[in-house]
């Protein structure tokens, strides 16, 4: 069992920056894929970014590609994501996932585990 819990969400300016923070209790994290998801009222959850165990692989949705980027700390047991150049399209509720599975992944329900999630919101 792995226990996720988001910090670091707030609301912003158009072109601000915020960096997400993803805090892992229970099983070794390092074993875990992990990736960030948002979801905007409305709308169903979609893939923002993720990265691979090691932290050497990572994968970005094209709409966040060159403004986002995810990272991982294993010894603090944390994956963040740091947001730049903010958009208002880029408020939502942003949640981070740990997968057992191998390899980088995208959809939902290849994600074993979830944290309850965190608002960003950004201002026009």
């Known amino acids: 069992q792995v226990q996720l819990v988001e910090s670091g969400g707030g609301l912003v300016q158009t072109g601000g920056s915020l960096r997400l923070s993803c805090a892992a209790s229970?099983?070794?994290?390092?074993?875990?894929?992990m990736g960030w998801f948002r979801q905007a009222p409305g709308k169903e959850r979609e893939f923002v970014a993720g990265i691979s165990w090691s932290g050497s692989s990572t994968l970005y949705a094209d709409s966040v590609k060159g403004r986002f980027t995810i990272s991982r700390d294993n010894a603090k047991n944390t994956v963040y994501l740091q947001m730049n150049s903010l958009k208002p399209e880029d408020t939502a509720v942003y949640y981070c996932a740990a997968t057992s599975r191998i390899g980088l992944r995208t959809d939902t329900y290849e994600y074993d585990y979830w944290g309850q999630g965190t608002q960003v919101t950004v201002s026009s």
């Open positions: 229970g099983r070794a994290f390092s074993r875990y894929a």
